[in-house]
């Protein structure tokens, strides 16, 4: 197991975790669900510790346990002032380690997660973002939500998150890292002594990714329709994601962005518009959301199509200039907060193998030319499309052609 530190000489916190190299499609078809109940079940008591102790042992020097589920990592973090980063630790491997997984407190966090999953099945854009998935991926786990659904959540056993951990929670994959009132030293041999019994040997590797595209219109009794067109991205190791990136963000990431600008403040047809870029391991996926009335959507999204395409033909200098400001940002700004800096670092080295300076990062973004970031951009509707779409059986689109403009890109 790596850990990386970084010492914060102003800080007096300290944002302490460890992640792990595994997420929902690590899981195969049996297993959909498992990475977030195990995420869940991690804090429900250890052979040393029940779930109350555990929150309460935190909790009475005003630190906070958290945990994640992602597609391609599960984080387990804890905030709490610099002198007490050995307790910390001491409850990040006693949950990872020594978990009992009690079938009584299993059968309780299953109904958590129905609650949960209701939840998404309530909230229209979260619900658009895994179809989202689910239609760009078909058929692998990429597609499949991070929860789960409720006949995979009630079907888990306790030996099920046994074996998905053995496979899956192993030091080549894992990272424990440590930002703000710290020392390197002292991480590190808390680390040798309470973490040293996790598999040396790496865990397998996930089934390559494939994307699909495809379209899922779903009728629901809403005001609005959720939208959401992509094309298939960048992986994250691609020489070419920073450029991505840039494009993404001139086309919908901020106020002066051509989606905004064009969408909102000249049509008025969202509240809300977006683009995004999302890079996985071995592929990527770049998307445009927004929400509208739905005797609107057919006006909405040839907008969308042809914001993407004038953007691929025409950005200018100043917009990729502008982008390039706002990422700039958005990246030193991780820097600055212990935790968003620990969780940067971990990822970086379970992704890259390694930490990317600043200076680094900074002259990616620099590197980046108008001809980088108008090819990223042409690439993309040479991709079959992506289109989700949620809300009323009127806001699903009336007009064939504006499907069928869709499809042609």
């Known amino acids: 197991m790596r850990v990386v530190t970084e010492f914060m000489p102003h800080v007096a916190t300290a944002a302490i975790g460890i992640w792990v190299g595994a997420g929902a499609r690590h899981e195969n078809a049996q297993e959909h669900g498992l990475s977030h109940l195990l995420e869940h079940m991690a804090f429900k008591g250890t052979h040393t510790r029940d779930a109350r102790t555990i929150a309460e042992v935190i909790e009475a020097v005003g630190g906070d346990l958290n945990a994640e589920t992602g597609v391609e990592h599960t984080s387990y973090t804890v905030r709490l002032m610099g002198a007490d980063v050995p307790l910390g630790i001491e409850i990040l491997a006693d949950i990872l380690i020594n978990s009992r997984f009690d079938e009584?407190?299993?059968?309780?966090?299953?109904?958590?997660i129905l609650q949960e999953i209701g939840a998404v099945e309530d909230t229209p854009d979260d619900l658009a973002t895994d179809l989202f998935l689910e239609a760009?991926?078909?058929?692998?786990?990429?597609?499949?939500?991070?929860?789960?659904?409720?006949?995979?959540?009630?079907?888990?056993?306790?030996?099920?998150?046994?074996d998905y951990l053995a496979r899956n929670?192993?030091?080549?994959?894992?990272?424990?890292?440590?930002?703000?009132?710290?020392?390197?030293?002292?991480?590190?041999?808390?680390?040798?002594?309470?973490?040293?019994?996790?598999?040396?040997?790496?865990?397998?590797?996930?089934?390559?990714?494939?994307?699909?595209?495809?379209?899922?219109?779903l009728k629901r009794d809403l005001e609005q329709t959720h939208l959401l067109l992509g094309y298939r991205g960048l992986p994250f190791?691609?020489?070419?994601?920073?450029?991505?990136?840039?494009?993404?963000?001139?086309?919908?990431?901020?106020?002066?962005?051509?989606?905004?600008?064009?969408?909102?403040e000249k049509r008025g047809l969202a509240y809300s518009v977006d683009a995004f870029h999302w890079g996985f391991a071995d592929t990527g996926l770049f998307g445009m959301a927004a929400g509208t009335a739905p005797e609107d959507v057919d006006e909405l999204v040839p907008v969308l199509l042809n914001c993407l395409q004038e953007a691929a033909l025409n950005v200018t200098e100043a917009e990729v200039n502008r982008?390039?400001?706002?990422?700039?940002?958005?990246?030193?700004?991780?820097?600055e907060?212990?935790?968003?800096?620990?969780?940067q670092l971990a990822r970086q080295l379970l992704s890259l193998d390694r930490v990317l300076p600043l200076e680094e990062v900074i002259a990616k973004l620099d590197a980046i030319t108008l001809k980088d970031v108008r090819f990223v951009g042409s690439t993309l509707m040479k991709t079959e499309p992506t289109f989700v779409a949620i809300g009323p059986a009127s806001g699903l689109l009336k007009q064939p052609d504006v499907l069928a403009r869709v499809n042609q890109g």
């Open 104 to 112: 009584v407190e299993l059968e309780r966090e299953k109904n958590v």
């Open 169 to 217: 929670y192993r030091a080549p994959h894992m990272v424990l890292s440590a930002v703000g009132a710290v020392d390197h030293d002292d991480v590190v041999a808390h680390a040798k002594r309470l973490l040293s019994g996790f598999s040396a040997e790496p865990p397998p590797a996930p089934a390559s990714a494939v994307y699909s595209g495809g379209e899922t219109l």
């Open 337 to 343: 907060a212990p935790m968003a800096r620990a969780d």
């Open 323 to 335: 982008a390039r400001a706002q990422l700039k940002v958005s990246h030193v700004s991780a820097l």
């Open 237 to 264: 190791l691609d020489d070419a994601v920073y450029a991505m990136q840039v494009f993404a963000n001139l086309l919908g990431g901020g106020m002066s962005s051509r989606l905004f600008q064009e969408v909102r």
């Open 136 to 162: 760009a991926f078909k058929g692998h786990a990429l597609g499949r939500s991070i929860l789960g659904t409720p006949e995979s959540v009630t079907g888990f056993s306790r030996q099920a998150i046994v």
